[in-house]
């Protein structure tokens, strides 16, 4: 069997031993399916779940495979997260007919180990591993590794920026100090300056916290489930669903909402947005859910696209969506 199957496989297993109260039975279903070797479920669910997103990445597995794994299974959603993007990214390359070049294919398996922020020494020979499967030479892939390390890096403050604006009481209107105060608070104590926290909200996190420049605030976005969202339509194997909502005016015209484990995404448009003044929007819309879908694109690769290759996805999305009603 492949590694779709065996785990599927395992899965049941997992669940019917499980459901038994009685701890010799139990064991002895494990057993048997370990071939009267016993070993540590966890450890092998984890090993099974890790094998199979390194198979993702690799190319070796398609989204098809793993579309096979029932949604109930606890390792979907885990798998799904970590290789949604590249499946996004392999169905824009073969719109471009490209190929992905093998140093972003690296990288992809590079930022998948360095997820926690570093790396085991088991990892790192699983990268050498790769890295000579790949035909890439010592300085390329020491220079990838080190990219990406420096990226997770620079993320760290970012990430820890935004759990403190999720927990804020009121984060539909904050300020910068606000957040400047809880890093110095006690519970993180956070070696920031007051200009490195402005910066992280109005560069680093721009896309999910807007600015508003009249009132020096900022404000967490968020799907306003008040409002009514369109119903999904698929491009490529994403469902996409759009909602229409006031945020700043300074704002991007369109903000993505990806859901990476349910291969989803929700396009919010922002009808206060600068962009839309003497606009209407309804009479414009098509035009503006391909733009929302050109940016979630865009913003799940690894691969250099060119000027004419933006052209070449605008014209694949209106060839797909162009007998839908928006």
Partial sequence: MGLIQDYIAFEKMRSKAFSIHDTDKRKQIISDFFDGNLTNINDYQKNQINEIIKSCLRNEISIQQIEQIPWNFPGRDQIM?????????????????????????????????????????????????????????????????????????????????????????????????????????????????????????????????????????????????????????????????????????????????????????????????HYFEGVNIKENLRGLIYDGILIHRMQKRTSTIEDGDITSIKTDIHKKLKNNKF
């Fill in 81 to 273: 997260s970590k290789v949604s993007d590249h499946f996004v990214e392999q169905e824009t390359l073969r719109i471009l007919n490209k190929t992905q070049k093998k140093e972003d294919l690296f990288r992809r398996i590079c930022e998948n180990l360095f997820e926690d922020g570093f790396l085991l020494e088991s990892e790192k020979s699983e990268l050498d591993l790769e890295a000579n499967i790949l035909e890439i030479d010592e300085e390329n892939k020491n220079k990838i590794i080190e990219q990406v390390r420096n990226d997770k890096e620079l993320a760290k403050p970012k990430d820890v920026i935004l759990e403190i604006v999720s927990g804020l009481k009121n984060n539909d209107n904050f300020t910068s100090s606000e957040v400047y105060s809880v890093c110095k608070s006690q519970k993180y104590n956070l070696d920031f300056e007051k200009n490195d926290v402005e910066n992280i909200l109005k560069q680093k996190l721009k896309s999910i916290i807007s600015y508003n420049s009249e009132k020096d605030s900022f404000s967490l976005i968020k799907l306003d489930h008040s409002i009514e969202e369109s119903e999904s339509f698929e491009y490529g194997r994403t469902e996409y669903t759009y909602q229409i909502n006031k945020l700043d005016p300074d704002h991007r015209y369109i903000t993505t909402d990806p859901y990476p484990s349910k291969n989803k995404c929700v396009l919010i448009i922002n009808s206060s947005s």
